[in-house]
């Protein structure tokens, strides 16, 4: 789970999986069309995203395709992002029940 | 083959034999799938269909059936907004690594602009995401079943 945070955590990494997401299944060349940076920066980013998993590449014939993967992401959310909203939701319930307390 | 539309990987701490029956035996997929039941000999020709309390939502037939390598079905959708779409194809692949299964997922031939396309870029993640933690933790995340696609608004 440090894979992904780390991988998530530099705007370049993201705007990959935003290029992804926008259309699944590239080559290198076409994820570097029309980006500021070099071959070399983009396929070092990869290799962070696919070893965080968030990233999945398919041999198609003689083509390496990129695959969005955001599984590791549903993972993340479901452990710490509900986590916090049932805390958020019983101190709501507190602050309810203290408030009406209040009004008696 | 066309280029696959979806490529999804997850690595499950399990084996091939209780993934593989994961996939295929409807009290398990009914616990992860959204309350999905799924029912099928699994011989290559047979059909498959996945149910909802009863009511058919998903059909087609096997494809490749490799216990506990390698599953494909294709893959249509019952309910009146898939009626127009093209029948797709699903892959399972299950390759252990040590203590863990690498499972990956490719789904091709959508209709790119379809409602399926939409519905499973939503839905595919959270399925194995739910799989992966119920054969880990022996409980599914208890994400809320995501809304028919055809209600959704395509995102830009």
């Known amino acids: ?104 | 083959m066309s280029k696959p539309d979806f490529v999804y990987v997850t690595y499950i701490e399990t084996t091939p034999d209780e993934l593989w029956q994961a996939l295929t035996d409807g009290d398990f997929t009914e616990r992860y799938w959204f309350d999905h039941r799924v029912a099928s000999d699994w011989s290559v020709g047979s059909d498959y269909r996945f149910t909802l309390t009863g009511e058919k939502r998903l059909e087609g037939k096997v494809l490749i059936s490799d216990p506990p390598r390698k599953l494909a079905y294709t893959w249509n959708g019952c309910t009146e907004e898939f009626r127009r779409e093209r029948t797709s194809r699903v892959t399972f692949e299950l390759e252990p690594r040590g203590n863990v299964v690498k499972l990956t997922l490719t789904h091709d031939n959508l209709d790119e602009a379809g409602v399926t396309h939409r519905g499973i870029s939503e839905g595919w993640p959270m399925v194995l995401a739910n799989l992966k933690s119920l054969l880990e933790n022996g409980k599914t995340l208890g994400i809320p079943m995501p809304a028919p696609a055809v209600k959704e608004t395509a995102t830009a």
């Open chain 1, 1 to 104: 789970m440090d894979d992904v945070f780390k991988a998530l955590a530099d705007a370049s990494r993201r705007s990959l999986l935003d290029r992804l997401h926008a259309k699944n299944g590239q080559t290198l060349n076409e994820l570097c069309e029309g980006l500021a940076m070099t071959r070399q920066a983009v396929t070092k980013h990869l290799v962070i995203l696919e070893e965080a998993n968030l990233v999945t590449t398919y041999r198609h014939g003689r083509e390496k395709l990129h695959y969005l993967n955001p599984v590791p992401i549903h993972q993340i959310g479901e452990r710490w992002i509900k986590k916090f909203e049932r805390g958020k939701l019983t101190a709501l319930s507190e602050l309810k029940r203290q408030l009406e307390k209040r009004d008696e």
